[in-house]
């Protein structure tokens, strides 16, 4: 089979393009660099629209297309360089769903978003619903952070907290009862609001929450991903909502 050469073949030109928003936004699809991220969506169901591998290297399956290391790197958005690139098509639930939720409101970096995606699929959340001013989570930075969960995880859009299911339990840094698992017990669904590191949920949101909850720490804040893993621990390791799906170890 013959190997693409060329860095301006129009398909690399393609790839290439999905490293910008616009791009991505354009097509409806992403990238997924790396055979860890290349077999989690195989073992999520996920097939790709297209996939280029190094050629000689075997990676991928069928149907991926062998490609020279030059022009494979100049489709890569690693500095390193990688062996294989899937493209996907980008999934998005019709709302968000339950039983256990997360809600991101201004998380502005990717890395942030993938780490909350991949923290949620170990937690067993149902689904993390996007509010307004979150980063793309199909972008590189958030899809490598991810781990795979981008492919494991319903994404979902949410424009206010009306449109989130269940119990909405806000983290705040002046929450008036420290975080417990135990919050979530009773409800059908349980939906846990994070906020930006620097700005938090606006008060707005907060309004709209039946309970604010605070992590007790030493410091002032801790990121959007620390907060929501922390509190992910805790809202499925003492039989709160979520561990009727996932069991705590």
């Known amino acids: ?75 890569s958005a690693l500095g390193s360089g990688t062996r294989v690139i899937g493209v996907y098509p980008q999934q998005w639930a019709p709302a968000p769903v339950g039983p256990l939720c997360v809600y991101l409101h201004g998380v502005r970096d990717p890395g942030n978003l993938g780490t909350v995606l991949r923290s949620a699929q170990a937690f067993g959340a149902s689904c993390v619903a996007l509010g307004p001013g979150c980063a793309d989570p199909h972008s590189p930075k958030a899809v490598r952070a991810s781990m795979g969960a981008i492919f494991a995880v319903a994404l979902a859009r949410a424009a206010s907290p009306a449109e989130l299911p269940g119990r909405l339990i806000a983290l705040a840094a002046d929450g008036d009862r420290p975080l417990r698992g135990e919050l979530g017990e009773g409800a059908d669904a349980v939906t846990l609001l994070v906020g930006s590191e620097r700005d938090g949920l606006p008060e707005e949101i907060l309004a709209a929450c039946e309970v604010r909850a605070r992590i007790p720490i030493e410091s002032e804040s801790l990121n959007a991903a620390m907060a929501a893993t922390v509190a992910l621990y805790e809202m499925t390791r003492r039989g709160g909502r979520g561990t009727d799906t996932v069991p705590a170890s």
């Open 1 to 75: 089979m013959t190997s693409i050469a060329s860095t301006h073949n129009p398909r690399l030109r393609a790839l290439r393009r999905l490293q910008t928003k616009r791009g991505r936004a354009a097509s409806g699809q992403f990238a997924a660099e790396g055979e860890d991220l290349v077999q989690a969506a195989a073992v999520a169901g996920r097939a790709p629209v297209e996939g280029f591998r190094l050629a000689g290297s075997g990676l991928g399956g069928a149907g991926f297309h062998n490609v020279d290391e030059a022009a494979l790197a100049s489709a």
